[in-house]
């Protein structure tokens, strides 16, 4: 994935005409589009394929099972053309080291969730989000998921994680996350869906977004 505009597209919507015309529009503006199971149970894994043509695609099942169901789960989203896969941490190396390995052998990306980005995430999930971005880096996988919610947690995951990995961050927008102090606290993509997909100029949102990114590096540099 190129990092270019610093932005990815969370594309939640449930009609696939609607999903190709919103891509179609943001095509230039975003990295990568994100899908997940709302698009891909509406209307079908094919969707993949004709949404590749306008950015690359991360498959986002947080895929969290034992090694070979993870492996299998895996080798059907690549071969239906994702660039990348979202899969779960908590479910241990032996589970996360199925999805790197497949992924090296294609060439792919596995981005692993640490802590989500919504307040539930605190219950349980932040306790072990430290500890799951070490096994992420320890695993060599592409990237880690940290919430733009939580510029702090992005800043402690990119200490743990080093230069190497990348941290995509979801939560800028309706969940009241800022795009600006995301990549001020490390990250390298912010992943935006609602502000995007629901506004009647989706390009335009996208292109507020950019500008917003680009003039906070300047800002820093
Ligand atoms: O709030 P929105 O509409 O901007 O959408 C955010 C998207 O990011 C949505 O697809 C949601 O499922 C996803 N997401 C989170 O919101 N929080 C997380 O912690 C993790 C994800 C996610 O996508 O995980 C993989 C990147």
């Known amino acids: 994935m190129e990092k270019n505009t610093r932005l990815i597209l969370a594309l939640d919507v449930l009609d696939s005409d609607e999903a190709i015309r919103i891509s179609k529009a943001v095509a230039g503006h975003v990295d990568a589009i994100k899908v997940g199971y709302p698009l891909v149970l509406a ?93 992420a880096a320890d695993q060599c996988a592409s990237g880690v998921v940290a919430p733009a919610t939580r510029p702090e947690r992005v800043k402690q995951i990119r200490r743990i994680i080093g230069e190497e990995l990348a ?29 995007l997909y629901q506004s009647a100029d989706p390009a335009g949102a996208a292109a507020g977004i950019v500008r917003e990114i680009k003039k906070v590096i300047k800002d820093s540099s």
């Open 167 to 195: 941290i995509i961050s979801p939560g800028v927008g309706a969940q009241g996350g800022s795009a600006s102090d995301a990549i001020m606290a490390g990250t390298d993509w912010v992943i935006v869906g609602r502000s």
């Open 43 to 135: 209307s079908g894994l094919q969707i993949i394929e004709k949404l590749v043509k306008y950015a690359p695609i991360i498959a986002d099942f947080k895929v969290a099972d034992i090694p070979n169901t993870n492996r299998l789960i895996c080798e059907q989203v690549f071969d239906a053309g994702a660039d990348a896969v979202i899969v779960q941490g908590f479910t241990g190396h032996d589970s996360l080291e199925a999805c790197v390995e497949l992924a090296r052998e294609r060439k792919k990306d596995i981005f692993v969730v640490t802590e989500m980005s919504h307040p539930g995430a605190l219950d349980l999930m932040q306790e072990a989000g430290k500890a799951i971005a070490k096994m």
